[in-house]
């Protein structure tokens, strides 16, 4: 739930008094909401959580190492080198191929650890941020899970406590928070709960405490105005997932590269396969050649043979006979 609602031409919370914000809520700032009225708030507006993504799955993720242009063409390169093996067999083994694809396989391994000890990280600091919150409902105090907070909730904030929603604030005591994570600036921002005037920004909403920042100093009471996905940072988290993931230069231009690279490849090996092609057809007509040209000169010889014995009495016949054999 949000109450900014400035598009129907009534302020926001910042700019309204506590009372008017109280009101819009239908809350009371010391008794809060009671627990039948929280649960149904509960169940209409939602747990007070960003919206998670869809894990996707490991094998997903282990086989998006493998996209990059560079590393399919040294899994061509490889595939390539394994048929020319089986086809030459110059090798016990196709090292060549072998290399190219531990190379290729450490590369995604690497790739796989890094990015899962990332989401580690991120996941460890979504532990951290508000796991629970400091509340007043049905007249007392209590502290509850941070998901269960609803807007017009009463929340009671200490110094080093994370913010759980965003809230107006109804009374402080020298309250700063920081909320660098929000608007980037260095320092405390001191809060007070007076209305704010006109357009701000929410580094000048001196009366609102914003969800995932901390107080780091002082103390406050506050109503909740925004929860989930309607909060600033919800906003902003939305918008992250909603934008569309650009290429760098960088990747453009090692994109550009590997089509080069890839293409000046194809071309080699493809003159490669033709090269050792018209080897091996040229010595086998070399063999051919050389098979006739010995055959010719037996021939030749025979016949130098028989020319002698048709010479000597009693055997030209016979040697007539063996040389039509020869000639056919």
Known sequence: MDINVDQSGRAEPHQQTADRVLSALNTDADVGLTSAEARSRL???????????????AWRKFVA??????????????????????????????????????????????????????????????????????????????????AEIVPGDIVLIEEGDTVPADARLLQTVVLQTAEAALTGESLPTSKNSAPVA?????????????????ATYGRGRAVVTATGMQTAMGRIAGMLKAAQQETTPLQKELDRVGKLLGLIV??????????????KTGGQQSQVSLSALRWENARKESSCGLDRIHSSDGAGNHADEIRTKLAA
């Open 43 to 57: 169940d209409r507006f939602g747990r007070n959580e960003l919206t998670a993504e869809e894990p996707v799955p």
């Open 65 to 146: 190492q493998f996209a990059d242009v560079l590393v399919i063409l040294l899994l061509i390169a490889a595939l390539v080198s394994a048929v020319l093996w089986l086809y030459e067999r110059e090798s016990a083994l196709p090292y060549e191929a072998m290399a190219i694809s531990a190379i290729v396989l450490l590369n995604g391994v690497m790739g796989y650890i890094q990015q899962a000890r990332a989401e580690q990280a991120v996941a460890a600091l979504q532990q951290i941020s508000a796991a629970h919150a400091n509340v007043v409902r049905d007249g007392a105090p209590q502290s509850i899970a941070a």
């Open 198 to 214: 006109g357009e701000a920004g929410l580094g000048d909403r001196r009366n609102m405490v914003f969800s995932g920042t901390s």
């Open 266 to 279: 194809v071309v080699i090996q493809e003159g490669h396969v033709r090269y050792n092609r018209r080897e």
